[in-house]
């Protein structure tokens, strides 16, 4: 079955200090891979989404930055973080195979960052 | 541009009592899918239920059921006989498919049901 796990689960961190949140998955080839924010009270905001290694196509212009280095990995970074970038972040995965049949999307654990 | 209203912020109810989710949909797409995610108070977003929209037969799961009116562009969730572990954020989604190919789910700004005992 598949998995999806990303960590750190709860991060603290300086105003301009870097950020680097990573999402593996496990169980499934080539999967669409996913960035969502979930600011306090806003409901849940698409960042980032990749249908292959190496691409990346970005939903809002933002302060954050993703990766695709393997196959199964994605990775949210950014290089000085604003207090606005505090939030709830969420990795998600949907297999591609049959993107056209409405997969579904599931998410990871989550990750609370929170830029003091 | 792909919308989803979920007017309800917060509901409270009894334990046992029935509650109604309400989310309506905006979307130019002919065929689109829905879909109910439940995110209890460790966070974690926890797959529900997705209805095609070529097929508007009610669903019901245990507790759970779900109302698809095409008509009225609404996909309620209700939860019969409720529980204190209901207690949870629900969030409403519409998916829709990007240029590359990739879906995309737009969310609703969610519901917190507390269910109180």
């Known amino acids: 079955s598949q998995t999806i796990h990303q960590w750190p689960a709860t991060l603290v961190q300086p105003v301009g200090s870097p950020l680097s949140l990573e999402c593996t998955v496990e169980?499934?080839?080539?999967?669409?891979l996913y960035w969502y924010r979930q600011a306090a009270g806003r409901g849940l905001q698409l960042l980032f989404y990749?249908?292959?290694?190496?691409?990346i196509s970005s939903e809002v212009p933002q302060n954050l930055s993703a990766s695709r280095p393997q196959d199964r990995q994605f990775i949210l970074s950014s290089k000085k973080l604003l207090l606005s970038d505090s939030g709830f972040y969420l990795c998600?995965?949907?297999?591609?195979?049959?993107?056209?049949?409405?997969?579904?999307?599931?998410f990871g654990e989550g990750s609370w960052l929170t830029v003091v | 541009a792909q919308k989803v209203t979920q007017a309800q912020t917060e509901i409270s109810v009894v334990e046992k009592e029935d509650v109604t989710l309400d989310c309506v949909y905006e979307?130019?797409?002919?065929?689109?899918?829905l879909f109910w995610y439940k995110q209890p108070p460790s966070g974690e977003l926890v797959f529900l239920i997705r209805?095609?929209?070529?097929?508007?037969q009610n669903e019901i799961s245990g507790r759970y059921s779900w109302n698809f009116q095409k008509s009225t562009s609404s996909f309620n969730f209700t939860i019969t006989a409720s529980q204190v572990v209901d207690s949870a954020v629900y969030f409403c989604?519409?998916?829709?498919?990007?240029?590359?190919?990739?879906?995309?789910?737009?969310f609703g700004k969610g519901t917190k049901l507390t269910v109180n005992p």
């Open positions: 998600a995965w949907s297999n591609p195979e049959a993107v056209r049949t409405g997969n579904t999307i599931y």
């Open positions: 169980g499934t080839s080539n999967p669409n």
């Open positions: 990749s249908v292959g290694i190496g691409q």
């Open positions: 979307t130019r797409d002919t065929t689109y899918y």
């Open positions: 209805r095609n929209s070529f097929d508007e």
């Open positions: 989604a519409l998916s829709g498919i990007t240029q590359g190919g990739s879906e995309k789910l737009v």
